[in-house]
Every structure is written in C-alpha cells, then in structure tokens.
C-alpha cells in the first residue's frame, strides 16, 4: 500500500518535472525557432537525468 | 559477388536453425502447466507477461492445443550449461519438458538439477524433490553458476551477428568505392549522426576517436535489440537487468579508466570552494560515481519492460475485454492500441539507444575535458556557467 | 529490489560482458575502423575540394580584378591620349590662326608701306617733274616776255593765276 502511494508521488513529482522542461523547452523553441535542435537534444538529455531518476526510486522502493 | 554469397550463406544458416528446430521440437506436454497452458485468467495473463519479461532456457514461440487435445509447444530448445558442484554440466532445455515449476528433475554428470522459473538450481544430496519455504525460497536446493545459452543469450548472439553482418559488409564496401550502395545508404547516416551528434559534441572533437567502437557498438547493440523485442519472437535482450548492468558497467570503466587529472580533483578536492566544502563535497561525489551508472542501467532496464509490459497488457484486453466487448471488439480494440503503442516503443527503442550512448559520452566527456577556471564574465560581472557546469549539476 | 536482485543472472551477465567485448573488438576491426576512416577520408576530400575550389575563385577573382586593372589604365591612357590630341588641335588650330593673322597683318603693313613709298616716289616725282615744268614755263615765259613789256606783264599775270588754279 506505501509502495504504491510513494510510486504515485514519484510519478507526480516526475510528472512534474517532465512538465516544466518541456514547457520551457517550447517556450525556448518558440523564442529561437533556430536554437531548436540544440534545446532539443539538451531536453531529452535532461529529461533522461529525470526519468533515472524516477525510475530509480521506484525500483529502490519496489 | 562475395557480399552476396555471404548473405545467402547468412539467410541458410539462420533459416536452418528455426525451420530444423521446429521440425525437432514439437513435443507432447501431457501436464497442463501454467505458462504452458492456454491462458484466459487475469492471473494467468500475469504470469505469462511475467514469464515473458524474464530470460528463458528455451526459444518458445507459441502453444496450442490439438485435435487430441494435448499441448502442442512451438518452439526449439536451447542448451543449458551450468557450473554445479560436480563441474561443468551441459544438456538440452527440451529435458526439462517446459517445466518451469521444479517438478521435473534433471540428472546430469551427477548432479539433479529443477528449473524453478527459469532459474536452474541444483538440488543438495539425498533430496527426491524441491522443498520450500513459506516464502517460495527451497531450502534443500541452491542456485548454480548459469552460463546457458538462454533465450537472451540467444538474442545477443544473434544481434551480434546482425551487426557484424551489416556494418562489416558496409565496410567491405568502401574498398571498391566511395559512396556506399544499397542497406549500407541507411546504415552510413546512421554511423555519422552518432559521430557528429553524440560523440563530437560531447567528448571533444580530438579525443572521441578512441571512443568510437565502444559508442556505436552500444548504440546500435541496444537499438537492434530494442527493435527486436518488438518482434513477435518474444526476446527480451535490454529488459535483462543484467544485461543492462553490463552495459553501465562498461560504461563506468571506461569512464574511470579515462578520467584525468581534472576529473578526480573535481571528486576528491573540488575547486574554487571553502575547505568545508570540499570536504562535505567528496561522498557526494563519490556517491554521484555511482549513481551515475546506476541511473544508465536502470533507465534502459525500466523503460523496456514498462514498454513490453504495455504491449503484453493491451494484447491480452483481448482476453480481459472478451466478456464487455465481444470477441471482435476486444480484439479489435487491442490491435488498434497495441498498434499505437508498439509506434511508440519503436521511437523509444531509438530514444533510449541514442540516450544511453549519448549520456555514455556525456560521461565520458567529463571525465576527459581539460577544466579552466577562468569563467567568461557577463556584463553585470555575474558568472555564466559553462555548459560543462550546466550538466554536472545535474548530473 | 528484491525481485531485481533475484531476477539478476550472473551467468547472464558474464555471457554478454564476454559477448559485447568479443563484438566491440570485431565491429571495431571489421567495421568501424574501415568505415569511420572512408568517412574521414572522404570528408578531408571534400574538404579538399571545396578548399580548392575556393582558392580558384580567388584566383578567379584576382584575375578579374587583374583585367578590369588593366582596362581601367587603358582607358585612362586612351582619355588621356585623346585629351593631349585635342590639345594639340586646339594649339595648332591657334598657331596657325596666329601665324595666319599675323602673316595678314604683316603682309598688309608691308602693302600699306609700299603704298606710302610708291605715294612718296610719285610725290616727289611729281614735286620734280612739277619744278621742271615750272622751269621750262618761266624760261618759255621769260624769253617771251623779255621781248614785249607789256605782254610781259600779261602773261606773268595769265601765269600766276594759272597757278593758282592748279
């Protein structure tokens, strides 16, 4: 029953996270149509860091 | 000419393994075990998407029942070597007759061995069967060294050969000309945008050269065995957690073994903060070492089984949807879902292929790059974090 | 965690280690080595060739820059050529206006002198030939006269007021 509720919060949190990096990688698309490969590759990265993160604290409290 | 004699030469090899084991291995299955079995319940489709994540000591593609009503199992064996207590002992999967429960025992150079879900244990002297405790551990059998050709190990091979085959025709190609011809197009691009989008611009244009096997060999080992989970034949090569641990792991050797000067200041004595600092600065660094690996392994690992958990689920709402929707419907529903998501877990065999690589050399890159510390100044005199800094925090 | 740590397979683990070294060694010698240096050769041509291809349309350009020098000069020169040419029309279409006008000038005062000498022989040939009548007349008068006084006087006076007529 925990395990599920603090799997519910990490999907809240990296739900989150995923969230604002994407939204503020559109923003910057939209400010720098040009800059778009660049803010690209730096989000998924980013966005990778995340959901290692997420996944690890899942695994861990499985 | 040779390219073509190999590939044929290639095609017969592979084709002769399925077709000649199929012939071979149709088999009776008098028992009615479960994963063997016809499955209809909500547990069985568990048990099943859970046999399915999980490596196997034979190639199973599918079931049936016949006419007689007996099992029929499609599928080919596979050899299974252990390192028991009597030494090397080798024998085929087929003896275990697909049983995955420790009821059938194995006796082979003096040893008896059961496969308990696909795990082979060798049971202790004088025990007639596997005895358990209440938490399903047996207590009168132990876990034996498996280096068997299992179902990965299967798959692995067979993406080895695939690349070998593909990328080493590609470079037999460019002896005779410049610009390569047919499979070898698509291949080209993809070797270059490792090199320019993942290696260059992370490692550094003088030192990714040494690193260059290792990334394209990761990049594409993991993206064709992604793509062939998602091949009806059931292998699940990158959802191995020790497969992916493997894969970290050479990763964080190699990372360790190139790491300069620089970056082991960075861990032990970081740079330009109070000695305070420092000192509370080198677990978390030491920690972050670690973690680094880790998170590779465990995103790769997580991502495709949720992936194949997703599409084992959606295919059996043909079964869990029969009762609401009608045999046609549920199925129909299914296909289209399933469809749709096996569209996104092809971008995701691609995605978690460039990210493993790319955060491979990202990793890589840190630990080779030569720090300055003179940070450019902006206008207002405040520091603007170089790229380098950027990712370390995050990372 | 547990479940991980359960599912991990040492034998597994050590088959693809051993695997994936096996296939990085062999893609490296059978694979990327040929195929990452063709790439590498192929791009320094490139390279290569655009470098040249721009040095050529340097050279291209020098050349033009060359020609266009070149023409530019001769034009100049030409300009110059037909603007000394003009200057040498003009001056000489002066010269020889100045030459002409004072050939003219000189050749008039030459013609107005000879008329002044011409005037001033037929003068003073006429002053002379004026005398010598003058002489033969009053000899003719006064050997006329001589002979009658009073005719004498007469003709003295027909004479002098032929004088004054003339």
Redesign the interface.
């Known amino acids: 029953m925990y395990n599920l509720i603090g799997a519910g919060l990490i999907v809240i949190g990296g739900g989150i996270g995923l969230g604002q990096i994407g939204g503020k990688a559109m923003e910057g698309i939209a400010r720098q149509p040009e800059a778009a490969g660049k803010i690209q590759?730096a989000m998924?990265?980013?966005g990778?860091?995340l959901?290692?993160?997420a996944?690890?604290a899942?695994?861990?409290g499985? | 000419m040779k390219i073509s004699s190999l590939r044929i030469h290639f095609l017969a090899v592979i084709s002769f393994l399925l077709i000649g084991s199929f012939a071979s291995a149709q088999e009776h299955d008098v028992a009615e075990h479960h994963g063997g079995g016809a499955v209809d319940t909500q547990e069985e489709i568990t048990e099943y998407t859970n046999h399915h994540l999980k490596d196997a000591h034979d190639f199973h593609l599918f079931s049936y029942t016949d006419a007689a009503g007996e099992r029929q199992h499609v599928g080919f064996s596979l050899p299974v070597i252990v390192w028991s207590s009597n030494g090397l002992v080798s024998f085929m999967s087929s003896e275990f007759h697909h049983d995955t429960d420790g009821e059938v025992i194995v006796e082979a150079n003096g040893s008896r061995f059961v496969n308990l879900h696909e795990h082979i244990y060798e049971l202790e002297e004088g025990a007639e069967a596997v005895v358990m405790d209440e938490e399903h551990h047996p207590i009168n059998a132990h876990k034996v060294f498996d280096i068997s050709i299992t179902k990965s190990v299967f798959g692995i091979i067979l993406v080895g050969l695939l690349l070998l085959f593909w990328f080493g025709s590609l470079g037999r190609q460019y002896k005779k000309k410049n610009i390569p011809t047919g499979f070898g197009r698509a291949l080209e691009p993809l070797v270059i945008y490792v090199r320019d989008?993942i290696a260059r611009p992370n490692i550094g244009e003088f030192k990714y050269k040494k690193y260059m096997s290792f990334l394209l060999t990761v990049f594409f080992f993991i993206w064709v065995s992604n793509l062939l989970g998602m091949t009806p034949f059931g292998f699940n090569i990158t959802g191995q957690i020790a497969v992916t641990v493997c894969l970290a792991l050479f990763t964080f050797v190699i990372v360790q073994f190139s790491g300069n000067k620089d970056y082991w200041k960075h861990i032990f004595w970081m740079p330009d903060v109070p000695v305070i600092m420092k000192i509370i600065l080198i677990p978390i660094e030491l920690l972050g070492i670690l973690?680094k690996p880790?998170?590779?392994l465990?995103?790769l690992f997580?991502?495709i089984t949720a992936g194949h958990v997703v599409v084992m689920g959606l295919i059996a709402l043909t079964i869990t949807l029969r009762e609401q929707f009608g045999a046609v419907g549920s199925t129909g529903l299914s296909l289209v879902l399933t469809l749709f998501i096996s569209l996104i877990e092809i971008l995701v065999a691609f995605?978690q292929a460039?990210?493993f690589t790319?955060?491979s050399a990202?990793f890589i890159g840190m630990a080779v790059a030569e720090h300055d510390h003179h940070h450019e100044h902006d206008a207002e005199g405040h520091e603007i974090d170089d790229v380098e800094d950027v990712?370390e925090s995050?990372? | 965690?547990d479940?991980?740590l359960n599912d991990f397979s040492p034998g597994l683990f050590l088959m693809q280690a051993v695997i994936l070294i096996i296939l990085i060694l062999l893609m490296k010698k059978f694979a990327w080595k040929p195929i990452l240096n063709s790439l590498d050769e192929r791009e320094q041509g490139i390279q290569g060739a655009l470098e040249a291809a721009e040095k050529a349309r340097l050279e291209m350009k020098n050349l033009q820059a060359d020609n266009e020098k070149a023409l530019q000069e001769a034009r100049v020169e030409r300009d110059a050529m037909l603007k000394d040419a003009r200057d040498i029309r003009t001056k000489m279409i002066a010269e020889a206006e100045e030459d002409a006008k004072a050939q003219a000038s000189k050749i008039i005062t030459q013609a107005q002198e000879a008329i002044a000498a011409e005037k001033r022989a037929a003068v003073a040939e006429l002053k002379s030939q004026v005398a010598a009548l003058s002489l033969e007349i009053a000899e003719k008068v006064v050997k006329d006269e001589l002979s009658d006084k009073k005719k004498q006087m007469q003709y003295v006076e027909k004479m002098l007021q032929d004088a004054t007529l003339n």
């Open positions: 590759t998924i990265i980013i990778a860091l959901e290692g993160l996944f690890g899942l695994i861990l499985k | 989008e973690t880790f998170s590779l465990i995103r997580a991502n995605l460039f990210i790319m955060l990202l990712r995050f990372v | 965690m479940q991980l």
